[in-house]
């Protein structure tokens, strides 16, 4: 059973090109959360989504990032026009339910750098 | 003032010693997680605790609930064991993670 897979490992982007980050998280999970940590900084929740559903958005930035979780396919993190400050690591981890006592499985992390 | 506080920041150790990371926080919580972080940046979970102790391996972590604490201890530290520790509750308002700002731990040989 293969663990949380991320992709890209690195993403390179100029300032105000788009980045894509795609999660595909544990075979039979069905929840996605997408973490943030900025350089020399604590890790951050952004969102955290259902198959086809966001369930809470509380901690993603208004404007320019999205997260999508499509019957089909991995969870897309979307950060639109990027700027020096998205320049961080981007995490996603999974679980098979909801339940507060479950573990969650991370996966190795999309570091984006904005140029 | 953060809502997750660990202590200490940093902390260095010599091959053998017993150490304890402390993590404590101002909501009410459902869970409790402890992480580890590795130099490359992967995160692994180390232990969910509601109540009690768990024990895995050298690790060992307690929680107290009235007290809104919680410990992680390394018995017979390890060079391996260096890394990030970091504490994280899941509040019982929600379901998101909030994190302590992490430990960063040495052992020397």
């Known amino acids: 059973n293969a663990g949380v897979m991320q992709n890209p490992r690195h993403l390179v982007r100029r300032r105000g090109q788009e980045a894509r980050l795609r999660c595909s998280p544990m075979?039979?999970?069905?929840?996605v959360y997408w973490y943030r940590q900025l350089p020399e900084e604590g890790l951050k929740f952004m969102v955290y989504?259902?198959?086809?559903?966001?369930?809470?958005e509380s901690g993603m930035p208004k404007e320019r990032f999205s997260a999508e979780f499509p019957k089909e396919g991995p969870s897309i993190l979307r950060i639109q026009q990027v700027v020096r400050g998205d320049s961080a690591a981007y995490f996603c981890a999974s679980s098979p339910l909801y339940r507060s006592t479950d573990t969650q499985y991370f996966g190795p992390g999309t570091r984006l750098t904005v140029l | 003032k953060n809502e997750v506080e660990q202590s200490p920041q940093n902390l260095t150790a010599q091959e053998g010693e017993f150490i304890t990371i402390n993590c404590s926080y101002s909501v009410g919580i459902s869970a409790l997680h402890w992480l580890q972080q590795h130099p490359g940046g992967g995160i692994v979970s180390l232990f969910m605790?509601?109540?009690g102790k768990k024990k895995h391996g050298r690790l060992i972590a307690t929680i107290n609930i009235q007290e809104k604490h919680s410990s992680l201890h390394i018995t017979a530290s390890h060079p391996r064991d260096s890394a990030v520790y970091i504490c994280?509750?899941?509040?019982?308002?929600?379901?998101?993670?909030?994190f302590g700002e992490g430990t960063q731990l040495t052992v020397n040989p």
């Open positions: 989504l259902q198959k086809e559903n966001i369930i809470d």
């Open positions: 994280a509750v899941v509040e019982t308002s929600g379901s998101r993670l909030t």
């Open positions: 075979k039979g999970h069905s929840h």
């Open positions: 605790l509601s109540s």
